[in-house]
């Protein structure tokens, strides 16, 4: 597998942030590179004859974007029915369910050699297992130009021994979303720049009886994306877990339990829903898009959702506080999109390359036209504030120039077995109170036992 330093990776991924167009008051989207997806004429070589035969094919699709208020679940839906109306011999089967389901469901399905045509994988660690089943897409990517329009660097984290296994729909940062109706009602008159504000903004808005942080924890992945934002930040930037993969520090270190200890603090003063870890994502999400929690702690993919939203109008964003006066504002918990791939086992591993090669060069154009382009993987092109961009998605790519580096999430970085250990620990956290240092040596165990 491609393995990249922490160092690399921040590099690469604020090269891609950084790529902006003037029109778009700045976004990572490159409205001027010379490789850039034309938004008006995405997909128009991409449904002609491919050469394949004509026999009747069904290709299963796992997706996920389950829910239909989103624009990601809009886009799916259009470029599919399309294709099918253009391609009357081929059905496309979806298979939605949210991350966590979707993650679950490929474990076992590799196991048992029953990958679907098209699935979803993760970058760098977590693609690793998967790599024996999965089909190379270089040649899928060769055709129409296709590789040319992703950011640069960014397929590197899906790629093993010069072979490319996924295209990924995103490329995003971690920020706070916020509504300022319920700020004002707490008496709340500017957004935090140091943990100790958020925290007593976070009591504010409990006296008012308002949820502060919307959280989605019965899907582990989010709290353990929001802890390691307070991570980046006490260890005072980027790299402590590649620190650790290299021996040069352990989970024992004072950086991981500060950590843990401003977490505890965010939980402790009832930051969340009651019964966090039994609501999942798409459901926690719900709960600040229908105005019941003040803020939302995630990646900027939820953009055109929230913007879609009824709170849209309400919405504002700021860049994660400072801890205890460490870290760099300027420095985010960096995402790589989650990515399609095919199954190398594939009954129709021609057809389904067609079909997603046909979906991946479609979804710029219908991206920028939902209004969903913040946090694209592609290259997007179009003047967004004419487009009729909102100022929350206008002011999210102005934010993308100003991009540092960061790290990638535990579960990116640590082997399978480390990333379990610790998503089950910090969700524990939610439910009871714990000793730091328990929760350092857990994970310490979890790492020596898995080297």
């Avoid at 597998?1 to 167009?21: I, N, P, R």
């Avoid at 059905?91 to 679907?116: H, R």
């Avoid at 929760?439 to 020596?448: G, I, P, R, S």
Wanted: proline fraction near 4%.
């Amino acid at each position: 597998m491609v393995k990249k330093s922490t160092k690399t990776v921040a590099l690469t991924l604020t090269a891609a942030a950084l790529l902006v167009g003037a029109t778009a008051c700045g976004s990572k989207n490159n409205e001027n590179n010379t490789g850039s997806t034309n938004t008006g004429n995405a997909g128009t070589n991409a449904g002609t004859n491919t050469g394949t035969s004509a026999k009747n094919v069904t290709i299963t699709f796992q997706n996920i974007y389950p829910d239909p208020a989103t624009p990601s679940y809009k886009m799916m839906h259009e470029i599919v029915d399309q294709y099918q109306k253009d391609h009357p011999n081929v059905k496309i089967a979806l298979d939605s369910m949210n991350t966590d389901q979707q993650k679950l469901k490929l474990k076992t399905q590799a196991a048992s050699n029953t990958v679907p045509d098209i699935t979803i994988v993760n970058p760098s660690a977590q693609l690793q297992p998967y790599v024996k089943v999965l089909a190379p897409l270089n040649d899928m990517l060769d055709k129409n130009g296709l590789k040319d329009t992703f950011q640069k660097g960014l397929l590197d984290y899906y790629s093993v021994d010069g072979n490319i296994y996924g295209v990924p729909d995103g490329n995003n940062i971690e920020v706070v979303y916020y509504n300022k109706d319920l700020f004002a009602q707490a008496g709340i008159t500017t957004t935090p720049t140091t943990y100790d504000e958020f925290l007593a903004d976070v009591k504010a808005l409990r006296a008012k009886g308002i949820t502060p942080i919307a959280e989605g924890e019965k899907d582990s992945w989010t709290g353990s994306f929001l802890f390691m934002n307070i991570l980046l930040r006490t260890n005072g930037g980027p790299g402590f877990l590649q620190d650790v993969v290299d021996g040069k520090k352990t989970f024992k270190d004072p950086a991981f339990i500060e950590a843990v200890t401003a977490m505890q603090d965010l939980i402790q003063a009832k930051a969340f829903e009651e019964g966090a870890t039994s609501i999942d994502y798409n459901t926690g999400g719900n709960i600040f898009k229908t105005g019941k929690a003040a803020m939302m702690i995630m990646g900027t993919w939820e953009t055109g959702a929230v913007d879609s939203s009824v709170v849209g109008p309400k919405v504002g964003v700021f860049k994660f506080p400072t801890v205890n006066g460490k870290g760099d504002p300027d420095q985010f918990m960096l995402a790589p999109g989650s990515a399609f791939a095919i199954s190398a086992n594939s009954k129709h591993l021609q057809e389904t390359k067609d079909f997603l090669n046909y979906f991946m060069t479609e979804m710029p154009k219908k991206q920028f036209e939902l209004k969903n382009a913040v946090g694209s993987g592609q290259i997007i092109t179009g003047d967004f504030k004419a487009a009729g961009y909102s100022q929350l998605a206008q002011d999210l790519l102005e934010m993308f120039k100003g991009v540092k580096g960061g790290d990638i999430s535990f579960d990116n970085t640590m082997k399978p077995a480390v990333a379990q250990a610790h998503l089950s620990s910090i969700q524990n956290m939610f439910v009871q109170k714990v000793d730091p240092a328990a929760v350092a040596a857990e994970h310490q165990a979890a790492f020596d036992a898995n080297k």
